[in-house]
């Protein structure tokens, strides 16, 4: 399904879950991690055991503060928790405590780059803290299994003006938020288990209007192309209900990736469904000045940010800095390998881009077994005319199997790259006198025979011998006799 060429415009709203990168839940002591057996990190507090009383999690309202800080948000002084009520197995209390009509953190905006070079601003309608349901899973028979690791883990939902046009926009939109929050610290962002994930309202309307039409909810996205192939699959199926004269039920869909549509879930709820009413185990929240200071110490430079200033300052291109900006580890990395060896900016980014991260994922390069002053010192040795491409090339190998720093290696294994004009010379004349019928195919107008001779002095040099000097001597010495 598709909207190409049809008299549709998409109109997309997010609602973004993020998980906080705390140590406890949001309410209790419980350990806020992954991966642990079910049910083990719960207590009465996260089964919703009666009579229990939850206490905020301060680190959670810091990092909340400090999303909102980056993003632009109004930081309102004083929000309040409420309880929204709803039954699922998952959700043992029967509510679950958010914040409703006064929340934390309001306004705010993110700023895209497009890759057809446009900017676009997305607002955002407000931040606000809650706690995280548990998690079902749904077997064969027909059984549920119900985990309540997640229940009470804290979360800040971001919600957007639905001002996204596209599944590229909205996909956009979900990147930059997910560099934000991992730049800051706020989260891990780790979609595939759950830390990052989003509900899409979609709705389409005849182009040129403004009116917005009736909209479906697209529930716990949790990869970009999902989101992508979801959106574009709802906005199709709008459409074709509307041009064959049917309604658009308002209504929560699930996403089926493998079958690659949305199903129906059950009808979209208004929040009157949801009962809300204060919270009255949890006073209102009341911010103090320490409470911002503590939430807005070292605040990072941003990705937008950063990339730009990598572009003026280092004349990288906009794709160069895009890549080696995605990650925070990644982007300190490539700046301590340009303030070790300045001069080549582009080609410690080549390095980085190409070679680097073909070994070594993003966010692990700062751990990983090629330091940033050691790649610079490689770059150097290139530039220097010590090592040639290929020569540099089983350097940084041998730097990846841990040998050690790039001089040691040369010295090792006596890599350093042949200049001497004499020598290259001699290799040169014997590769010719040994190639009398290739010399004749070159002579016979067979101009890519040249490069025979190239590889053949290469390997009679050991691959040492500089390029650029063989093939300048091997134009001289092939045209002489001619």
Not at 97 to 111: F, M, N, R, S
Not at 169 to 184: C, G, K, N, P, S
Not at 270 to 285: N, Q, T, V, W
Not at 350 to 356: A, M, R
């Amino acid at each position: 399904m598709s909207l190409d060429d049809r008299p549709w415009e998409t109109v997309i709203g997010l609602e973004v879950h993020c998980q906080l990168a705390t140590a406890e839940k949001l309410f209790c002591g419980c350990p806020n991690r992954f991966g642990q057996p079910p049910n083990r990190d719960t207590c009465p507090i996260c089964l919703g055991m009666p009579g229990v009383l939850p206490v905020l999690n301060p680190h959670a309202v810091r990092l909340a503060l400090r999303a909102g800080h980056a993003l632009g948000c109004v930081v309102q002084p004083r929000s309040i928790f409420a309880r929204k009520h709803y039954f699922y197995p998952d959700l043992p209390k029967g509510y679950q405590i958010t914040q409703y009509e006064q929340p934390i953190l309001l306004g705010g905006a993110v700023d895209l780059e497009l890759d057809d070079g446009r900017s676009a601003r997305i607002n955002l309608t407000r931040i606000h803290i809650e706690e995280d349901a548990g998690k079902s899973s749904h077997g064969e028979g027909g059984a549920t299994l119900v985990d309540l690791n997640r229940a009470g883990v804290p979360l800040i939902e971001i919600v957007s003006e639905p001002e996204m046009r596209s599944a590229d926009e909205a996909v956009a939109y979900l990147r930059a938020l997910h560099a934000i929050v991992r730049y800051l610290g706020v989260s891990d962002g780790n979609m595939e288990e759950g830390s990052f994930r989003c509900d899409a309202n979609v709705s389409i309307r005849r182009a040129g209007e403004t009116t917005l039409g009736t909209r479906t909810e697209l529930k716990n996205l949790n990869s970009f192309r999902g989101v992508q192939r979801s959106i574009e699959y709802e906005a199709g199926r709008h459409a074709d209900l509307l041009e064959h004269g049917r309604a658009i039920v308002q209504e929560t869909r699930l996403w089926d990736d493998a079958a690659g549509r949305t199903r129906a879930m059950r009808g979209k709820e208004e929040a009157h469904d949801y009962r809300y009413f204060p919270e009255p185990d949890l006073p209102a929240l009341v911010l103090t000045a320490a409470d911002e200071v503590a939430a807005t110490v070292d605040l990072p430079e941003l990705p937008a940010a950063r990339r730009a200033r990598l572009v003026a300052v280092t004349g990288l291109s906009a794709y160069d800095a895009a890549v080696l900006t995605a990650e925070r580890a990644l982007a300190d990395y490539f700046e301590a390998a340009v303030a070790a060896h300045p001069a080549n900016p582009k080609g410690i980014s080549n390095w980085v881009t190409s070679e680097l991260l073909a070994r070594v994922p993003a966010d692990a390069v700062a751990a990983g077994p090629v330091p940033p002053v050691a790649l610079a010192r490689l770059v150097g040795l290139i530039d220097d005319g010590t090592l040639s491409g290929r020569l540099a090339k089983e350097v940084f190998e041998a730097m990846l199997a841990g040998e050690g720093d790039p001089d040691a290696i040369v010295e090792a294994r006596g890599l350093r790259q042949v200049t001497d004009s004499d020598a290259i010379e001699v290799a040169c004349r014997a590769v010719i006198a040994g190639n009398p019928a290739q010399l004749a195919q070159f002579r016979g107008g067979k101009a890519q025979v040249k490069g025979f001779f190239v590889g053949q002095v290469m390997r009679a040099t050991g691959g040492k011998a500089n390029p650029g000097q063989v093939n300048a001597l091997l134009d001289r010495l092939l045209a002489e006799g001619e």
